[in-house]
Structure formats: C-alpha cells, structure tokens
C-alpha cells in the first residue's frame, strides 16, 4: 500500500497559499512576496503550479550554484539511493563523507589546505557562524568578536550579534553586547562621506581602535567578515582593504573568519571570494551551494586552531549522505567546467549591460557586485544627493520592481539598506540566451515601476 500523495495533478495555487499563509508563522519572508506555488523547476527555470515559467535569479538564496536538478547532482543523489546507502549517520565515517572531504580539500586555497581541519556543523550557514566563534574562542582564550556594518551571518543568537540588521535585534535585548562593529568601505554610501577612499580611510580605523588602549575594544577572539556583502546589499570589499585585514589580523593574533556561506563555490568569480584578494583567512565558513542544493554546513580552520574537545559543537544533522555525495559532485563540476571563471565572464558582462540601464532608467543608483553576484541600488532620481552624490534609497520602487519581475517571469529579491537593493544570484550555468531575458524582463520591470512610483 502506498503512502505517497498523488501529484499527477498540480494543485490549485490559490488555495495552497491561502493555506500557507494561515498556518505558517508570521516569520516567513520570501513567501510573502513570491507569491507562486512551483511544482517543477529545471536549470534556471521554474515552473508554477499554474503554468507559468519563471527564470530563478534567487536560486535558493545562492544555494542553487547548478540551478535545479542539474543531472550531476540528480545522478549523485540517485546512486546513493541505489546503493542502499544510510542517508543518515551522524558524524560517523562514510564513503560519502570521504568523498566529499577529498572534493572540498581539492577545491580550498592551498596553503590552507595543506593545514585544514574540517567541521562538519548543523546544515545551516549560521549554525556553521556559530561553530567558528565557539572555535575561536576557545583557541584564543578570548569573548569578543570584530564584525562589520552591513554585514549578515545568521539568526541564532551569535551570528545575530556579528550581524548588522538592527530591526531583527532590538527585541533582544543585550544580543549584541560581545560585538565590536567596525566600518565596511561602502564607496556609495560611505560611512565617513569619503566615497572610493572608504576602504583606505576604513582599515586605517580598524587598525588604530585594535590598538587604541582606551578605545573601549577589548582584543577580540576573531574578525568575521564578507568579501561581498549579501544581505548588506551586494557591496564588494575592495580587494586591498582585504587584504589590510588580513595583515591586521595576523599581526595581532586575531583569527579571521571569512563568511563564504553565499559567495563560495564560485560564485564571485573565484572558487573562494576571498582568493580575488589573494589572501587566506584562518577560519572559512561555507554553506548553501557547498551541499549541491541540500542542507550542509562546514567549518574548514587551520589546524593551530583545533583545540577544542570532544562533542565541543554537536548537532544531529551534520551532514547527510545525499548532501555529501551532491556537494562532492557539485565540488568537482564547478572545478571540471570551470565555472568561476564563466561566472567573471558573464557576471562583467551584466554589469555592463545593467550600466547602460543605469543611463536609461535614472533610478538605478548603482551597480556592483562580483562575478553572478550583482546589485542593483534604486534611489529616488528625483531627490537632491548628498555630499557623495548617492541619492535616498527607494525601497517602495524596488518593491514595486520586484512585483513588476515576477509578473514578467522573473524571480528577483531585495537586500541591502532599506530593502532598496535588487539581487540577482543566478545559477552559474545561467546561459548567454538566459541572461539576455533577465535583463529584457529587468528593464520591463523598471520601466513599469518607475511610471507607476512617479505617478
């Protein structure tokens, strides 16, 4: 007798979303706004229970680094399945695991490979966050942590305390209290009003509060930053301001954690974004793509570090069997075909391409990011800039731009300050014809929306 639910038929989306929103909490977020029930989703595209077609430039939050069901990880998942494999063994030895663990070690920078210890946490990027601030503190003998403005690690309480977002910390009181915050050079909206001279005037701060004797920063038991700023709204750390950090770091003991849970496995350009700086932290927190679109987290650290005991950071699901064999397979195809260098190519090609919208569409602050990581930053065109030229953000526009996207196919969402940034985070197998519909649809979309937000 069969227990499995009939889905010949789609179901009726109305209904499941009316469903969804009755019965889930008042927590949930892209729901909220993606208002589409899909049943089936090949590569880029996504198919609604209604029939209609979308191309995903979410991708699962950048989980998706192949888009959906590529065949390599399909083939992966099944062979596990055939061979009667456990899907589930805690931390325990597995072929898997060992397969996994060989792919990772060939894909990290060298110099820490040759020196890496791997953690395999709860399956979520910030459970991972959670582990390197437990693995730094107990290496160091220290509390505190140096994060950044703008900057995003989690939920759990303390990757919530290294991240920026005020909104979601004011109900908890004292959250942040062991969280040294720390300016990220922000060109466009430039904490200290300098523009471009924001990472120069940046790692000259950082460097003289860590040794300021009455500047009220106790020496921290890590620095955890992002080489791109997800969440923050795609802003991209100036390549010698990373590289400050890390000489900043190092000479102060300071173990430097780099947050790679959305910009890993190619998505930037390079394997690692922090590897464009030609640097290497002490600590690298990977999640999302890194499990080939299933749940798994790790911490890869230096070995010097590794001073913690037995069942020190546990968790029941540190990596299944299905998630290690996709995320081996996912590993060694996005190293076989190359595709951080096809994400530099295409995602140059973009932001060029998005510049000359930028000349058409006057809401269009800025755009940057990194390989097919991209921002688009929607101002008010018609409001006085500031002393940096950077105009008021416009998160009633990028709302209505995002709406306008989704009716035109296209799954896009927002980020940054204000919620004024659009994403895009293709898969990294998007196509050249794919890519030329993205930015038809975007444009649409900014169009329709800026008529409607002059109106």
């Keep these: 007798m069969s227990l499995a639910i009939d889905r010949t038929a789609p179901p009726e989306p109305s209904g499941v979303l009316a469903r969804q929103a009755a019965r889930e909490s008042a927590a949930r977020t892209y729901a909220r706004n993606l208002r589409i029930v899909p049943v089936h989703a090949q590569g880029m595209t996504v198919t609604g229970a209604d029939g209609r077609r979308y191309l995903d430039c979410l991708s699962g939050a950048g989980t998706l680094a192949l888009g959906h069901n590529h065949p390599v990880v399909v083939e992966a998942v099944q062979q596990v399945i055939q061979r009667g494999a456990p899907w589930h063994a805690l931390d325990i030895a597995t072929p898997e695991k060992d397969e996994f663990t060989d ?3 060939a894909a990290l920078p060298p110099g820490l490979a040759r020196r890496a210890k791997v953690h395999f946490c709860g399956p979520a990027g910030t459970d991972a966050v959670e582990a390197a601030l437990k693995l730094a503190r107990t ?3 220290r509390i505190g942590v140096a994060a950044f403005t703008g900057g995003y690690h989690g939920m759990t309480a303390g990757a919530l305390a290294a991240s920026g977002g005020v909104a979601v910390k004011e109900p908890m009181a004292g959250v942040a209290a062991e969280a040294t915050r720390l300016p990220y ?3 466009y909206r430039c904490p200290f009003g300098l523009g471009d001279a924001s990472g120069e005037v940046s790692a000259r701060y950082v460097e003289r509060l860590l040794d300021d004797p009455n500047g009220g920063v106790v020496p921290p038991a890590a620095m955890i930053v992002e080489a791109v700023q997800g969440e923050g709204g795609v802003i991209p750390a100036p390549l010698p301001w ?7 770091t190092a000479e102060r003991g300071i173990p430097l954690i780099a947050d790679e849970v959305q ?4 998505r930037t350009g390079t394997m690692w974004a922090f590897e464009a700086a030609d640097v290497e932290p002490d600590v690298m927190v990977l999640s999302k793509a890194i499990g080939g679109s299933l749940p798994l987290a790790v911490v890869v650290y230096a070995d010097h570090l590794d001073s913690w005991a037995p069942g020190a950071h546990t968790g029941t699901f540190r990596g299944t069997t299905l998630a290690m064999a996709a995320g081996a397979a996912t590993l060694r195809y996005v190293r076989a075909e190359r595709l951080p260098e096809r994400a530099e190519a295409l995602g140059r090609r973009l932001r060029a391409e998005l510049e000359g919208l930028a000349k058409i569409h006057p809401s269009i602050g800025q755009v940057r990011g990194r390989g097919l990581m991209i921002g688009i930053e929607l101002v008010e065109p018609d409001a006085a800039p500031d002393r940096t030229g950077a105009r008021p953000a416009a998160p009633a526009l990028a709302a ?7 009716r035109r196919g296209l799954i896009v969402e927002l980020g940054g300050r204000h919620d004024s940034v659009v994403r895009l985070l293709p898969p990294l197998v998007m196509t050249d014809e794919e890519a030329g519909q993205v930015l038809d649809r975007l444009d649409a979309a900014l169009a329709e929306a800026g008529r409607g937000h002059r109106a």
């Design 103 to 105: 792919a990772l070690f």
């Design 139 to 141: 290496a160091t003998g």
């Design 185 to 187: 050079p922000y060109a």
């Design 242 to 248: 990373l590289r400050e950090m890390r000489r900043i």
């Design 263 to 266: 910009t890993g496995v190619g």
């Design 400 to 406: 209505a731009v995002r709406t306008e996207c989704l």
